[in-house]
């Protein structure tokens, strides 16, 4: 049951990361970029809220390093100035 519910979090996870980046492309700017930051961080801290253990498998040190590299190319993003257009009036 437990590894139903982590299967059904990362499904809802990665739909999320998606329909954010597409989102993103309809619609550029900075929130994009603190969004899937919250979601790399979600990602990093989901074995642990779902399913509690005190010995994590591999699956969960890839879990959490996925997600730290979606923190860090979002950080990337947000503080180098990209993802904003100048206002065309």
């Keep these: 049951m437990a590894g139903d519910t982590m299967a059904w979090a990362f499904l809802l996870t990665g739909l999320a990361t998606g329909v954010t980046a597409v989102a993103g492309i309809v619609l550029p700017g900075k929130w994009e970029a603190f969004v899937e930051c919250a ?32 923190v860090v ?10 993802g904003r257009r100048p206002r065309q009036e």
């Design 39 to 70: 979601l790399g961080i979600w990602l990093m801290a989901l074995p642990w809220v779902v399913e509690p253990v005190k010995d994590p498998s591999t699956a969960d040190w890839a879990t959490v390093i996925i997600g730290g590299v979606m």
């Design 73 to 82: 190319l979002s950080g990337i993003s947000v503080f180098s100035g990209r």
